[in-house]
């Protein structure tokens, strides 16, 4: 079974954007944060997913249950219900690499929940904010 752990950020003062993702998969933790030049954290948070599962693929990791957990709502409605009113284009490619998996489901978690990946997006802002100066 693999968990899936995506967040993302948005400082729209320096308009600066982060995702992130936190992997476990075979006892093995990999996780990554980085800066995306985007101006909607709600897009962002669909990125962060769409990255993580592109690095699952290529990996060759997808032949197990997947498990996401987002603290976005409107990423985990999306998927429940196949369609976003805005993000329709990346909700296609997240849904066309679901579907690589034997099966997968998606939940809901508050940031607290969400610790690993949220750090990992707090970290990469103040990285940039620091180097920006």
Not at 109 to 123: C, E, M, R
């Amino acid at each position: 079974m693999i968990k899936l752990y995506t967040d993302a950020g948005l400082n729209t003062n320096l308009n600066l954007g982060v995702v992130s993702y936190v992997i476990k998969v075979n006892n093995n933790i990999y996780k990554d944060a980085h800066r995306e030049n985007f101006d909607d954290n709600h897009y962002l948070e669909f990125l962060a997913l769409n990255q993580a599962l592109k690095k699952i693929i290529d990996n060759n990791w997808n032949h197990e249950i997947l498990l996401i957990h987002s603290d976005s709502q409107i990423v985990i409605d999306s998927i429940v219900k196949n369609y976003s009113k805005h993000y329709q284009p990346i909700l296609n490619e997240i849904l066309k690499s679901l579907a690589l998996f034997p099966e997968y489901f998606a939940k809901h978690i508050s940031d607290k929940d969400n610790g690993a990946a949220h750090a990992l997006v707090h970290q990469e802002m103040i990285h940039l904010r620091t180097n920006l100066k």
